[in-house]
């Protein structure tokens, strides 16, 4: 016997919704699209926009049916008449489903479309030409399409989806009624998953279907297929553990776990934990995206902005975001963005991002406006000092604990308005600095230096290409070093960036004679790795 081919389907074409009721969370589509058949009032072009997965193409079939139904057309098609069924099994010959991606010349549209619409239809009352991905189209293929779109025949109606309107050129948009199709909530899709789930006869945890309605960012589509992945490797009933592992990401647990060391400075906690998750095949690029979609979460928890569908995860975000704090929570979403979009790049990710988070213990530990220790500088600092009877000897004294470091006073130049421009920013690095917190833009400034003045203009060098770069990438944070140099000068200065020419040779290491003694070498292992 042969097998059903339904069987065969993916969920989200299994469960595609097969009336307007079943389309949830595009109740304005569905509500003017009603209205419209009720009234008779229905256009001859059709322009459906959104994110991926969000109902586009189904809703373009329910109105196909809609208007091709024998009892239609109607806002609520049968779905058992000739048209209905075949229009469901994809084998109408009066609807035609184009896919404008590996269809984008001009031949395919004159083929599919331009002489398509002067068939009459076979059977159904209109001839329905479905374009997805219309945005892909050549130029010349809009050319071919918009003689068409402007006068077609009366028995064929278009319908247009993209999910990048902006491609779509002004002529054909101008010509068609645009409808938006928006993201899914959370608590949507948890009743999208829900109903499926039901219908499969499978058990499903409800924390794993809040989990993958959060993963799938309001689509759909990318709902049901990481449904569908989780539960290939699920024997019994589906969990959220198996949900991540099946993902690749970590839970939120360890996510909160990993972040509360950062807060603690606990290095060698963060160390333990990453090497655990890396251990459970874990990617790093994996793990930074748990962690900034976490601090994501956190963050509108923090300000009362989340919509919740759980009230025992709300409360342990309401908890963890009190603990690290709003300000924090801020800093730690823009640091996690930046590396997220570097760590792509890199050859040694695993590195990469253990620095980036090793970097935010010491952010914690260390006193406020002071700058990040070289390598080099921890292994000169573990060095035995003096005995004191030498230096009493040399008539010296012993060598007294210099406070944290602060940006460095200007060094004289001769130039007396570069002298006033070196005192200025080293005063402005100062103010920002201060406080317990300071921003990430201060830790990157500790190290700068003012090199020439022309007019209100300063040119400021930075340590490495890297910085000079964060910093000309976002006018808001030029913008918020402008308003401090105004807020402790009174003028109004504009500053350049560029890498400092000492960079290069500052980044090569150092020979540096390593202590013998077994006491010195775990002294030096502590102060790099963080004691137990």
Known sequence: MEPSPLAHLSLYRKHRSQSFAELIGQEHVVRTLRNALAAGKMSHAYLFTGPRGTGKTSTARLLAKALCCEKG?????????????????????????????????????????????????SFCRYRVFIVDEVHDLSPKAFDALLKTLEEPPAHVVFILATTEYHKVPPTIRSRCQKYEFHRATVQELVVCLERVVKAEGVEVEPAALSAIARIADGGY??????????????????????????????????????????????????MSLLEEAIRRGRDPRAIIESLLQRVADLTRSAYGVDALED????????????????????????????????????????????????????????????????????????????????????????????????????????????????????????????????????????????????????????????HVDWMRDNLQRQGFVVKELKAVSGNDYKVVYRASARAAVDAEPEAVELPAEGPRLEKLAREILGSA
């Not at 084998?91 to 896919?99: I, W």
């Not at 569908?228 to 647990?253: K, M, N």
């Not at 005995?387 to 060598?399: I, Q, R, S």
């Open 311 to 466: 009230a025992t995860r709300g409360a342990a975000l309401h908890e963890t975001a009190a603990r690290i704090g709003r300000d924090r929570l801020l800093f730690l979403r823009s640091h996690l963005a930046e590396v997220h979009r570097d760590v792509r790049d890199v050859s040694l990710p695993r590195v990469w991002m253990e620095s980036a988070l090793l970097q935010l213990t010491q952010s914690q530990s260390r006193p406020a406006g002071a700058a990040a220790e070289r390598p080099d500088e921890v292994l000169k600092r573990a060095e035995p000092a003096p005995k004191a009877t030498e230096a009493a000897g040399n008539g010296t004294k012993p060598a007294e604990k210099t406070p944290a470091a602060r940006p460095s006073p200007p060094r004289p130049s001769g130039d007396p308005k570069l002298d006033e421009s070196r005192a200025v920013w080293t005063k402005m690095l100062e103010a920002i600095s201060g406080g317990e917190r300071p921003p990430a833009i201060a830790l990157r400034l500790q190290q700068s230096e003012v090199v020439a003045v022309k007019g209100p203009e300063l040119t400021v060098e930075l340590r490495g290409q890297f």
């Open 73 to 121: 057309p109607t806002a609520d098609p049968c779905n058992e008449c000739e048209a209905c069924v075949s229009i469901t099994e994809g084998s109408c010959m009066d609807v035609r489903e184009m896919d404008a991606a590996s269809e984008s010349g001009v031949d395919d549209v004159r083929d599919s479309i331009v002489e398509g619409v002067e068939y009459q239809p």
């Open 221 to 270: 589509r990318d709902a049901l297929t990481l449904l569908e992945q989780a539960l290939l490797v699920s024997d019994g009933p589906l969990s959220v553990e198996t949900v991540y592992d099946q993902l690749g990401l970590i839970p939120d647990e360890t996510a909160d776990q990993i972040l509360l060391a950062t807060e603690a400075g606990d290095a060698k906690a963060v």
